[in-house]
């Protein structure tokens, strides 16, 4: 079973940029991997996923455009690049192992035990 260890959140200001690693503990490269967040008061919300086939990525609506999922294979490091930060991106963000057919329409629920401790992003001006 894979452990994920996230990082790279911070605060910046609309329209700013931050990278998010997702560094596991052992190769992804036959795992689907999915990008979650959950804004205060709210349920976990799928971001992006990347395939184990051709590493084809998959983005929320709410992001496409603006982010980007990618795996490094040599450092186990799956990363989300943000562009053009808005307020409503701002969340504490997960990663996990999660197929990309339901990682937006069915993602793991707040009780779910596998989620590791995240990493913080706020956007605010």
């Known amino acids: 079973q894979l452990h994920f260890v996230e990082s790279g959140g911070g605060l910046v200001q609309p329209g700013g940029s931050l990278r998010l690693s997702c560094t596991a503990s052992?190769?992804?490269?036959?795992?689907?991997i999915s990008w979650f967040r959950q804004a205060p008061g709210k349920v976990p919300e799928g971001v992006s996923c990347?395939?184990?086939?051709?590493?084809?990525?998959f983005h929320a609506a709410s992001v496409k455009g603006r982010f980007t999922i990618s795996r490094d294979t040599t450092s186990n490091t799956i990363y989300l690049q943000m562009n053009n930060l808005k307020v409503e991106d701002t969340g504490v963000y997960y990663c996990?192992?999660?197929?990309?057919?339901?990682?937006?329409?069915?993602?793991?629920?707040?009780?779910?035990?596998?989620w590791g401790q995240g990493t913080r992003v706020t956007v605010s001006s």
């Open positions: 996990a192992v999660w197929g990309c057919l339901g990682f937006e329409s069915s993602p793991p629920p707040p009780e779910w035990g596998g």
């Open positions: 052992g190769s992804t490269t036959q795992s689907h």
């Open positions: 990347i395939a184990n086939i051709e590493d084809i990525a």
